[in-house]
């Protein structure tokens, strides 16, 4: 019998893999609403336009909701020299009398910023695009960015900062977006984000904090350092992820963190933080927001850079994971299934950290810790359990480079979650 992903025993049980669809988006997202420069109804479009099902807005510490007015000087600041202005562009896509202008007491313009539920009108479509209400608590420790994006909620969420320790802090924030999943009776998606920016949270952290469920295994901001620092023990995305899921599953015998691919952007007229990078697809049975988060709760979803993937599964009696690569022409495609084996090196080692890390030391691990244990070049690779692994995961990888990528050596790839565990 073959079943889809981690969890599809936990799928009601007249519900085949026939029955789900995969649905492409985008968790991490800002706008005017915080730091990102252009208007909230601008960028859904954007992204309906580019063929996402589904969209995120997450703004830091807000929602899309309640009465904000920006001036227009506020706004054009933020855009790049060439090009239209914001302003203008805003109007000739939405026309004159969706935008909102009054003047103000000093006689400038302002410009009253679409709530979600104003611009959901006028972008959704049942069953092709869907827009979901999303926040970026950004909280910190000290020099340390502690943000985690909680996805479907109701209500802002205000960050705590600066408790005991940077798992203390990480742990109370991620409790209130838990306890607001309780209270409203929705789930809510949390994901730890963007591990390496400021050299914030390092693969034990993620691994400790066991109230965490997913994190960012490839984000858009080129500064993420995806591909970690050489300067900076185990600080690559991806031995992040293998640590934190070898700590978790050997020792304290909980469930692995599942990877999410996300923008993070915040320019839209050209410049650094660009949309269109990273993304998820998820494996549901419709385009709604509880479902969606549900699937991915489940992990019936993968990471993407620009790789598509028409099934990934893991049978559960052959204990065989399978994926099916929507191959294009003329790419080559290399799938890597990377995993610990349950023998593996424990001992940790000390080691400096640069002077400008929010801490003295990092810890270094063994090397044998998320170890290539096969690859392929098939379009439908397949790797079988021996039995000695925690867990494995594939990454495939081809030879284009990303169509707009942060840095310009990230290929597009695709991530499953780990299985077998
Ligand atoms: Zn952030
Ligand atoms: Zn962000």
């Known amino acids: 019998?073959?079943?889809?992903?981690?969890?599809?025993?936990?799928?009601?049980?007249?519900?085949?893999?026939?029955?789900?669809?995969?649905?492409?988006?985008?968790?991490?997202?800002?706008?005017?609403?915080?730091?990102g420069n252009d208007f909230p109804d601008m960028i859904s479009a954007w992204y309906k336009d580019k063929g996402?099902?589904?969209?995120?807005?997450?703004?830091?510490?807000?929602?899309?909701?309640?009465?904000?007015?920006?001036?227009?000087?506020s706004v054009e600041k933020k855009k790049i020299a060439l090009g239209p202005k914001v302003l203008d562009k805003y109007t000739k896509k939405f026309g004159a009398n969706w935008v909102q202008t009054r003047t103000n007491a000093k006689g400038e313009l302002e410009v009253r910023l679409k709530t979600l539920e104003e611009y959901r009108k006028k972008l959704e479509e049942p069953g092709k695009y869907l827009l979901v209400q999303a926040e970026e608590v950004s909280?910190?420790?000290?020099?340390?960015?502690?943000?985690?994006?909680?996805?479907?909620?109701?209500?802002?969420?205000?960050?705590?900062?600066?408790?005991?320790?940077?798992?203390?802090?990480?742990?109370?924030?991620?409790?209130?977006?838990?306890?607001?999943?309780?209270?409203?009776?929705?789930?809510?998606?949390?994901?730890?984000?963007?591990?390496?920016?400021?050299?914030?949270?390092?693969?034990?952290?993620?691994?400790?904090?066991?109230?965490?469920?997913?994190?960012?295994?490839?984000?858009?901001?080129?500064?993420?350092?995806?591909?970690?620092?050489?300067?900076?023990?185990?600080?690559?995305?991806?031995r992040i992820w293998d640590i934190a899921n070898s700590i978790r599953i050997a020792e304290l015998k909980q469930p692995p963190l599942l990877g999410v691919g996300t923008d993070d952007s915040h320019n839209y007229h050209g410049g650094a933080t660009t949309?269109?990078?990273?993304?998820?697809?998820?494996?549901?049975?419709?385009?709604?927001?509880?479902?969606?988060?549900?699937?991915?709760?489940?992990?019936?979803?993968?990471?993407?850079?620009?790789?598509?993937?028409?099934?990934?599964?893991?049978?559960?009696?052959?204990?065989?994971?399978?994926?099916?690569?929507?191959?294009?022409?003329?790419?080559?495609?290399?799938?890597?299934?990377?995993?610990?084996?349950?023998n593996y090196d424990r001992a940790v080692k000390e080691v400096d950290a640069p002077a400008a890390d929010p801490r003295p030391k990092r810890l270094q691990h063994g090397a044998d810790i998320g170890k290539l244990l096969a690859s392929s070049d098939s379009l439908e690779p397949s790797y079988t359990l021996t039995g000695d692994e925690l867990y494995v995961r594939a990454i495939v990888i081809s030879d284009q480079p990303m169509a707009n990528p942060p840095q310009p050596d990230h290929v597009q790839k695709a991530w499953s979650q780990p299985m077998g565990w």
């Open 52 to 73: 996402y099902d589904f969209l995120c807005m997450s703004d830091h510490n807000t929602l899309n909701a309640g009465e904000k007015w920006v001036t227009e000087a």
């Open 275 to 342: 949309p269109g990078r990273g993304w998820v697809m998820v494996h549901a049975v419709k385009l709604d927001a509880n479902t969606l988060v549900e699937a991915m709760q489940r992990g019936d979803f993968y990471a993407s850079t620009g790789v598509s993937l028409n099934d990934v599964s893991f049978d559960k009696t052959t204990r065989t994971v399978r994926l099916k690569i929507q191959g294009q022409p003329g790419v080559k495609y290399r799938t890597e299934f990377r995993g610990t084996l349950k």
């Open 139 to 238: 909280a910190g420790f000290g020099k340390a960015p502690i943000h985690i994006n909680a996805v479907n909620l109701t209500e802002a969420i205000q960050p705590k900062k600066d408790l005991q320790t940077i798992r203390e802090t990480m742990r109370a924030n991620l409790q209130m977006i838990a306890e607001q999943a309780v209270k409203t009776g929705r789930p809510i998606l949390a994901h730890i984000n963007h591990p390496n920016f400021k050299w914030a949270l390092t693969a034990d952290d993620l691994a400790h904090v066991i109230e965490d469920r997913f994190f960012e295994i490839y984000n858009g901001h080129p500064g993420i350092y995806y591909g970690g620092d050489p300067a900076r023990a185990d600080s690559q995305h991806e």
């Open 1 to 35: 019998m073959r079943f889809c992903l981690l969890a599809a025993l936990a799928l009601p049980s007249l519900l085949t893999a026939e029955d789900l669809k995969w649905f492409k988006g985008n968790t991490h997202t800002h706008s005017l609403w915080s730091d």
